[in-house]
């Protein structure tokens, strides 16, 4: 059943969204999927930032959140496995929605964290993150003691493209469509391979990171490892 948060809660995302007009492509109700991917596919990169992507190379990618690492089902079950209690219904280990998402929320209900595991992956081996702002229904996600989603690079909703740019570097490709929306897409992929040699770590072709942001404010982030 989805039901509607707190007044408060719901000003102040309210507050934060209306910088730029709505999506056309809404959260799915039942999943809480994210369109950041499927606005990918859709929009078109800017001229001037195109040629970086040929130029450059994406060496030192973000591949951890709140302690959970991509691929590492460890770490997922120590910051997870205690965080739901035995009656709940979604969460990793006690089912999930019909893409294979985990949902959580942060404190207040103000932040939306999803992870994705492809198909034949082992319990609580994570390969995709996302984290958004949430939308005014209440979903009944397992809450995490956590106030924002932040990554082992200090990446957090609420940034500025500068601050961003400075942790992960320019090798970027940036997409903007008529929402008023810009992206900024990071890749890595085969045979090219970060610093950390992940991909070869990990045994997956393509990593990707794709930051949304409206008036210089991230709003949703998305970083892992395509389905090979």
Known sequence: MIKSKSPFVIAAMSLLMACCQQQSQEVDA??????ITQEHATSKPEAANSASKRTCNFANPDTSLIGIRLRDAASAARVLGTSIAPSANVGLGLGSDSNGEYHYYSKLDAETLTLTQHPGDARYQISIVNVK????AWYGYPQLAVNSFTTEKGIRLGM??????????????RFSNASGYTRLHYKIEAPSDSKTKLLSR???PVYYATYKLCNDKLMEMEFGFEYP
């Open 160 to 173: 500025s493209e500068a601050e961003l740019v400075k942790r992960l570097g320019n090798c970027f490709t």
């Open 30 to 35: 039942r999943s809480g999927r994210s369109s």
């Open 202 to 204: 990990a045994n997956m």
């Open 133 to 136: 702002y949430s939308d005014k």
